[in-house]
């Protein structure tokens, strides 16, 4: 169950991915680089897999909730930070 849950993880990182990599074939307002996606990769998996882990370990539905939610602001503030540097960080590049 739990390589099956890992694929299914990993399923949807490579799809997401795809998304800006099909983007960048008909468009030039898409310009990612290798380490883009890479970084992208990372976050997106280590997410995934962090939810994956509340999940699985944490019993109550309201703790899972809590932490989930915590999971996915933090993945959406790094998100914002490293594409456009909402706090300023030297890691978006200002």
């Given at each position: 169950?739990k390589?099956?849950?890992?694929?299914i993880?990993?399923?949807?990182?490579?799809?997401?991915l795809l998304?800006?990599?099909?983007?960048?074939q008909?468009?030039?307002?898409v310009?990612?680089?290798?380490?883009?996606?890479?970084?992208?990769?990372i976050?997106?998996?280590?997410?995934?897999?962090?939810?994956?882990?509340?999940l699985?370990?944490?019993?109550?539905?309201?703790?899972?909730?809590?932490?989930?939610?915590?999971?996915?602001?933090?993945?959406?503030?790094i998100?914002?930070?490293?594409a456009v540097?909402?706090?300023g960080?030297p890691?978006?590049?200002?």
């Open positions: 169950m390589n099956q849950r890992l694929n993880i990993i399923s949807i990182v490579v799809f997401l998304i800006p990599f099909l983007a960048m008909f468009t030039d307002e310009n990612w680089s290798l380490f883009d996606f890479a970084v992208m990769g976050l997106l998996l280590s997410t995934g897999t962090l939810l994956d882990l509340v699985r370990k944490v019993k109550t539905f309201q703790k899972r909730l809590l932490l989930g939610f915590v999971v996915l602001l933090a993945f959406f503030l998100w914002a930070e490293l540097g909402i706090f960080s890691f978006a590049g200002s």
